[in-house]
């Protein structure tokens, strides 16, 4: 058995709500706030022109489409149909050939040890339920020596505001599990067999509404989120979220983070 591989079978029932969720946003997935500061991402990625790539968790590819005009091939690995779907549609509108659509669930992927040059997964890491699970895959298709790039938003490293940030997002998409800090993230590749090669962050600003829209949040949840930024605007408890008001309008703080690692290799 493979170091990397692990007996614990993923909650079904969560990857339903997972489809489920998905399958409702799928169209937002076209508004250009999905391919925000993407080129900071794939220079971070550093992809080469020989890398066979794979996007896990890829949703409608937006960074492996994005990818594929830089490497040789990529495939794009979701649980969403619907995701797939709108993404080949896309990437077939400008002519990407050179990457492959799959429907799998990333904690089995459905690959041999060791096939590809650079493993990626962009703003999923906090939708998995023990993100140990679908890592530990990801390191385990990966060649030696080849890179694993992890892309994500990271809670605030107090315990406190950490909590309260992931007890929101969960409020506007039931999908949400935790958001983990930068050191923790880097602490778990670490723990499967990653040596970290870089790591970055930036802040990004985001007006709540259209956030909130995107994940068509009911409005008894999205009004709790809403009344928790502006106490917080008013000194009241930190939500982990930084919220600020512009233009008498509600915008709140994500940290993006790039993860860039180089599988060990544990051959003899």
Sequence with gaps: MSPYTTPEKPDSVHNEAIRREFEKQAASFSNPTFTHRLGWMIEELAPQ???????VAAGTGHIG????????????????????????AEADVVGVRNILFEQGDAAY??????????????????????????????????????RVGIIDMVVLPE????????????LRD????????LEGLVNLLEHLGVRIVRHTTQDVKLSLEPWLASAQTPEEPAEQIRAALRAE????????????LHNSELWFMHT?????????????
């Design 49 to 55: 022109p020989d890398d066979t790539v794979l996007d």
């Design 65 to 88: 489409r994005a990818l594929a005009a830089r490497v040789r091939h990529v495939v794009a690995i979701d649980l969403t149909l619907e995701m797939l779907r709108r993404g080949k």
């Design 109 to 146: 992927l459905p690959y041999l040890d060791a096939s590809f040059d650079l493993v990626t997964s962009r703003f999923a890491v906090h939708h998995f339920q023990n993100p140990k699970i679908q890592l530990a895959e990801m390191v385990r298709v990966c060649r030696p020596g080849g």
């Design 159 to 170: 315990p406190k505001a950490a909590r309260e940030h992931n007890r929101l997002e969960r």
């Design 174 to 181: 039931q999908t949400h599990t935790e958001a983990l800090s």
């Design 233 to 244: 605007c008013d000194s009241g408890p930190s939500t982990g979220m930084r919220p600020f």
């Design 256 to 268: 993006w983070a790039v993860v860039i690692g180089t599988r060990i290799s544990h051959e003899p």
